[in-house]
Structure formats: C-alpha cells, structure tokens
C-alpha cells in the first residue's frame, strides 16, 4: 500500500517537472511548406509607350517533354497583368496575349529561376523605349530606296525618249 | 493598333493580302516617275515615323496612321508608300508581323486610295490659294474616312478569327476618336498650308 502510494507521488513529481521544464509551445508541431503561388505576366506596348495591354486574352500552354498543352485562359487587368498557378511537375510555359489584332508571346522557364536577370530586365526597357538608332535606320533605308528607285524611273523615261 | 500580328490570322486571308498587295504594288510602281520619287520618300518618312507616336486612350494604347494624309498626298503611290514604311516599321520596330505585311498594307493602303478619291471628286483637284478652304475641308474629311475605312477593315478581318463585328468595330472606333480627329485636322491643315504656297503640287497624278 506504502509502496503503490509513493510510486503515485513520484509519478505527479515527474508530470510536474515535464510540465516546468517544457515551454507551452512545444506541444504545438510547426510546419513550414513551400510553395509558389504564381506566375506573373505582364503585357504590355512596345515603341516608346510602354502602355499596358489591358483586357487582353491570354492563353497560358503548359510544356512537359516537348509536349505542349493548353493548360489555362483568362484576361489580363486594367495594368495588362495575369496571374497564374504552375502546375506540379511542368517547369515550362508559354504565353501568349492576344487583343484585336496585337499578339505577342514569351515562354516561361521556372528551372531557370522565377525572377527575371538583370539582363532581361535592361532588354524590356529597351524594347519600352523610343527607338532612336532604329528611326536613323529606317531613314537610311529610305534614302537609298529613293536612289534605287530614282535610278529605275529615270532609265525607264531614257528608254521611252530614245524610243520616240 | 491596326497592324495585325503575325498568327492572328488564317492562312488564305494574309496570302489574299499579299496577293492584292502584289497587284495593287505593280500597278502603281509602273505609274511612278522620276520627280514623284522626292516626295514619295518624304510622306513615306513621315508615315514610318508616324507610328511611334502614341496616345493611351482607355484600355489600349493607338497611334498615328497618316494613310488619308499619304493618300491625298501622293494618290496611287501612296500604296508603296504604305508598304515601305509598313516593311520598315516590321522590322525596325517589331510592329505587326512579317506575314501580315500584305493585309496591313491592303488595311491601311486601299482608304489611302478611297482618300484620294474622295479628295479628287471633291476638289477636282483644281487647287489654288483662292479654293484653299474647300481643299483643306476634302483634306480633313479624306484624312479622317481613311483611318475609320482602316479600322473597318480590321474589324472585318477579324471577324474570322471569332471576334465580334460590332463589338470590334466600337472599341476600335472608340479608342481612335483623337487619332481620327488629329489627322483630319492635320491634313486640312497641311492642305491649306500647300494649296496656298505651292498648289501645283497637287497636279493630276
């Protein structure tokens, strides 16, 4: 009887001390998860406006192994953004926005890291900005077209002026 | 807004566009002459250039088109003017798509051409500094009907791709209101300014 009382206490002592020495918290269990949420992507005009494609349709292809499948379609926002979940598995995909008329498109590669470098981010700002070397350019070619066709017309009127 | 990207459309519709463009090209290349050629190049400059200039109305963003202006400009010649800077804003700019060059032109050439139609039956083009105020408002009535023409077009072609033809219309219209009104007011404007200074330019074609 002695023995049954005294193995009681020392069991209360040892359910007390448990309870002193632990923190309250740790009867809880934490659990961390990663997850990406979604992908980001954004539309948008090029040649020196940079205005959001707004409303625009999109069509989100899911690829996995060279195969691709139409996996999502939706509208962009008033700032010319869609949202997008990845599916589990499929690291590759291609969009394309798409509004009376206007179609662009871009592939996505999460493998690659989610972000985009700093080199991408300097490029988009070049294809937003006003394309100065390419205007130069475009006068160039014009330029010589005028003599091209300067030359053509003019042998075309010698022809018939000899002929008369 | 008016330049169609390259897998918009079905096949046969942009090989239609090239081919129109062909026939329309030839046509007016074996019109053209020496002393057009200046001028020629000039409008075709301005029409290139044209195309970066943007306004953001409402959900898009448009720009200028200049075709009724090139059209009461140069009349037939204004459909190689359309296709150069079209060439030119293709792959300088990345605008529309390079299969699609043949259906922009038709787009944006065929008012071009109804433009100097309906500049020539209203002027007769018999244009001096005494009938500057009737060329200036057949300018500005050419310059705005080519650009509404313009969008017409594209709404009807993109009725095949399973867009709505009203709907299409409106919205296109709609966001375009200010790029109409600027360019027939700047090319009444222009007119005036040559049917004043230098009406001989304006010569049968």
Known sequence: ?164 | MVHISDGVLAEWLWGGGWAVTAIILAYALSKMKTEDVPRLSVITAAVFVASLIHISVGPTSVHFILNGFAGVMLGILAYPCIFVALVLQCFLFGFGGITTIGINTVNMGVPALIAYLIFRTGTGLNIRPETKNRASLFGAIAGGVAVVLALLFLAAELLTTGEEFLETTVLVVSTHIPIIAVEAIFTGVIVGFIATVEPELFGKK
Request: with cysteine.
């Open chain 1, 1 to 164: 009887m002695k023995a049954t009382r005294s193995l009681g206490v020392l069991a209360l002592v040892l359910i007390l001390c448990m309870a002193l020495i632990c923190p309250p918290a740790s009867a809880h269990r934490v659990i961390v998860r990663g997850q990406v949420n979604e992908i980001q992507i954004r539309a948008y005009f090029g040649g020196g406006s940079a205005d959001p494609m707004a409303y625009a349709d999109v069509e989100i292809y899911a690829i996995k192994n060279g195969q691709e499948e139409l996996y999502k379609t939706g509208e962009t926002d008033e700032n010319g953004m869609f949202y997008f979940a990845p599916k589990i598995g499929v690291f590759e995909y291609r969009a394309v926005v798409e509004a009376t008329g206007h179609r662009g498109e871009e592939w996505v590669n999460l493998t690659e890291g989610a972000g985009i470098t700093e080199a991408e981010q300097e490029e988009a700002e070049e294809e937003a900005g006003l394309p100065l070397a390419q205007m130069i350019a475009g006068f160039g070619y014009l330029i010589g077209l005028a003599g091209i066709a300067m030359i053509l017309t003019a042998r075309k009127m010698k022809k018939r002026y000899e002929n008369k």
